[in-house]
């Protein structure tokens, strides 16, 4: 069975379109089989996004990382026109599901890479955001939160999405072992909305 962490371009295509608002703008994807959440937005994503939205941020870019085909970081990118958002995954599927995304939604402010956790990574980054794969496994989804660190400018902020029975206390605990702050700041349907701060 194929999983949408992982890469495989020979897997059939079953390619699905639709609407949805996200942070009031309606965007179009376009989604296919091999990628998380193919018939709609996810409702830990729309958590994460009305989540960082509602926040007061620092300044600088953003990255989000396992962006998928796209919602967190291209309903962000849409948000924010001012800012540069990179976009990161390992399923080249999803990231060339993600750059259509963002052409057909004319959002422009986006640079989307393949890169596992951060190997691909460069720079610091005033927010970094993460809905992060938790079928991968427990050491993807720590180094995900714990590496994040290395990639935060100074009084940067770290969100992430995590429900409650798929290992949010403990994401909590290492993130606040990491980081100078680390607290819930949503719960909804048993998802927890963490955040960090550097």
Do not use: C, W
Request: hydrophobic share 40%; proline share 4%; aromatic share 8%.
């Amino acid at each position: 069975m194929q999983h949408y962490y992982t890469n495989d371009p020979d897997l059939a295509h079953d390619e699905h379109s639709f609407d949805f608002e996200l942070g009031g703008h309606v965007l179009r994807f376009t989604t296919d089989s091999g990628v998380f959440s193919k018939h709609t937005v996810d409702f830990g994503s729309r958590v994460l996004i009305a989540s960082v939205l509602a926040a007061s941020l620092p300044e600088g870019s953003i990255l989000d990382v396992g962006a998928g085909y796209g919602p967190i970081g291209l309903a962000l990118a849409k948000h924010f026109p001012e800012r540069q958002i990179t976009m990161s995954d390992v399923n080249e599927r999803a990231l060339a599901l993600a750059k259509q995304n963002a052409a057909d939604n004319g959002i422009a402010n986006v640079t989307i890479l393949e890169s596992s956790m951060y190997d691909q990574i460069d720079g610091q980054f005033g927010v970094i955001v993460t809905n992060p794969p938790i079928r991968a496994g427990k050491t993807i989804v720590s180094g995900i939160l714990a590496g994040a660190a290395e990639h935060l400018l100074p009084g940067g902020q770290l969100f992430a999405v995590i429900q409650k029975k798929q290992g949010a206390p403990s994401a909590l605990k290492l993130m606040k072992a990491t980081y100078k702050t680390a607290e819930i700041i949503r719960k909804e349907h048993g998802y927890y909305i963490l955040k960090a701060s550097k």
